[in-house]
């Protein structure tokens, strides 16, 4: 599903993801309506503008990401696709559970390959974006531990804790799972159970934990 407040913005790149194989199943351009649409016909990717009317981009991730609403499925993954690189934006998309960050100089082909690649939950930035955020994680890491310490923390299994050190050091699913050579899906499957273990919610709480144990540095 393609959201932005351009109309003609908005068909060019529904047109350029259907040329490469996608099924654009809706489209939106504001807010609210992007809200309702994705919930009705909720599509395996959103491609998100930002700055929208009625709604801000941010605000329509965080609803659809991290809160579906009761009883619902689990939310699209989001890719944003903006004009702004700003990092005040990017951090905030990210905070809104977006999956990746993309700037609107991408080519149609950076382009479908960032959906190809947030579909499967890699995460996709813009070079040079991917900093800022782990520059964040860092500074997220100075707070208390969101999983806490002590007898309580379930212990993780050897694999979980290198998958956990891989991604805290920046790795995408699939470099993970080349390195280690396991499936993409054996990779996913390790990053949920360790979430469910720790009673985490998101990448980024499962990132802050691993740095704050030093995990992005061994």
């Given at each position: 599903?393609?959201?932005?407040d351009?109309?003609?913005?908005?068909?060019?790149?529904?047109?350029?993801?259907?040329?490469?194989?996608?099924?654009?199943?809706?489209?939106?351009?504001?807010?609210?309506?992007?809200?309702?649409?994705?919930?009705?016909v909720?599509?395996?990717?959103?491609?998100?503008?930002?700055?929208?009317?009625?709604?801000?981009?941010?605000?329509?991730?965080?609803?659809?990401?991290?809160?579906?609403?009761?009883?619902?499925?689990?939310?699209?993954?989001?890719?944003?696709?903006?004009a702004?690189?700003?990092?005040?934006?990017?951090?905030?998309?990210?905070?809104?559970?977006?999956?990746?960050?993309?700037?609107?100089?991408?080519?149609?082909?950076?382009?479908?390959?960032?959906?190809?690649?947030?579909?499967?939950?890699?995460?996709?930035?813009?070079?040079?974006l991917?900093?800022?955020?782990?520059?964040e994680?860092?500074?997220?890491?100075?707070?208390?531990?969101?999983?806490?310490?002590?007898?309580?923390?379930?212990?993780?299994?050897?694999?979980?804790?290198?998958?956990?050190?891989?991604?805290?050091?920046?790795?995408?699913?699939?470099?993970?799972?080349?390195?280690?050579?396991?499936?993409?899906?054996?990779?996913?499957?390790?990053?949920?159970?360790?979430?469910?273990?720790?009673?985490?919610?998101?990448?980024?709480?499962?990132?802050?934990?691993?740095?704050?144990?030093g995990?992005?540095?061994?």
């Amino acid at each position: 599903m393609v959201v932005d407040d351009h109309p003609m913005w908005r068909d060019a790149v529904a047109r350029d993801l259907g040329e490469a194989g996608f099924e654009v199943v809706a489209t939106a351009g504001d807010g609210p309506q992007a809200v309702r649409r994705a919930r009705a016909v909720r599509p395996d990717v959103l491609v998100l503008d930002l700055n929208l009317p009625g709604l801000p981009g941010a605000e329509v991730c965080r609803r659809l990401a991290c809160d579906p609403g009761p009883g619902a499925e689990p939310g699209p993954r989001v890719l944003v696709l903006s004009a702004s690189g700003e990092q005040e934006d990017v951090l905030e998309a990210v905070k809104a559970g977006a999956t990746g960050y993309l700037v609107k100089s991408a080519s149609a082909g950076e382009l479908a390959e960032a959906v190809r690649r947030t579909a499967v939950g890699d995460p996709v930035f813009t070079p040079g974006l991917a900093g800022l955020v782990l520059g964040e994680y860092r500074r997220l890491a100075a707070g208390p531990p969101p999983g806490g310490d002590g007898p309580g923390v379930p212990r993780l299994t050897e694999r979980e804790t290198e998958v956990l050190r891989l991604v805290a050091k920046g790795l995408t699913y699939r470099q993970i799972a080349d390195r280690l050579v396991i499936s993409h899906r054996t990779v996913q499957n390790h990053v949920q159970n360790t979430l469910g273990k720790l009673q985490l919610h998101s990448r980024v709480e499962l990132v802050r934990y691993a740095i704050e144990r030093g995990l992005d540095t061994e």
